[in-house]
């Protein structure tokens, strides 16, 4: 039995010139889990995503997604994900169905397997009876499920979201995120990072980042109780609060 993890990292480090944007992180994702990714706008969660999913090169470090190097793998890796971006990603002048059929076109689907899988995932989406609606219409619930539906299309193994809630209004977030468990439930492996703690508490594990550096890992009930806290707005507010204190303290050393 094969119980390779789905995704795994060990001392990934990015650099923008002189900005240290990602700090050696190391991280192992089960498959099939949905694993959380949590931390402050410039903490560095969507520079790890995209050098997970073979977008960015890291400057060092290592990984491996399903397997596949990030290093020199990471256009096999591309088609075994899929990819949702924080902000919506599609041709809002196309309409639902021109959306999925373009996508379905970039991931070499066609025939009745491509019709089939289209109906399926506009079903799943919600979708039905919207096919002919122009993408720029829709609202910010419906547009990331859109987005969620082209990500699915070639029936990826991982599924990796980077903020697909941001914005969306709270009745739309549980709804795609009721989508999101169900996906798991059939076996996707799903990595999300979001500003949410309450979608937080659903995941399987957490992963907090702050300033490039990941600070703890674990399950929401682990974390809640290595902290002594009631609430992950609490663990997370205690952590930050310990590295800003970390930070004057040096900065205080190196002045004296």
Sequence with gaps: M????AISCENLTKRFGSLLAVDNVSLTIPKGS??????PNGS?????????????????????VLGFNILTESETIKHHIGY?????????ELTVAENLDFYAGI????????RRRKEELIAMAGLTGR????????????????????ALLHEPEILILDEPTAGVDPVSRRIFWEVI??????????????????EAETC???SFIFFGKLLVSGTPAELKKQSNTATLDDVFIKLVESQENHSLQEGGMRRG
């Design 34 to 39: 949905i694993a959380g990714f949590l931390g």
């Design 84 to 92: 949702m971006s924080q902000k919506f990603s599609l041709y809002e």
């Design 181 to 198: 468990h169900r996906l798991a439930d059939e076996g996707i492996t799903i990595l999300v990072s979001t500003h949410y703690m309450d």
């Design 107 to 114: 991931y070499g689907l066609s025939g009745s397997g491509a």
């Design 2 to 5: 094969n119980n390779r993890p």
């Design 204 to 206: 399987d594990t957490i």
């Design 131 to 150: 096919e002919k609606q122009v993408s720029g219409s829709l609202s910010g619930g419906w547009k990331q499920r859109l987005a969620l539906s082209c």
């Design 44 to 64: 560095g969660k969507s520079t790890v995503i995209r050098m997970l999913s073979g977008i960015l090169t890291p400057t060092s470090g290592s990984g491996q």
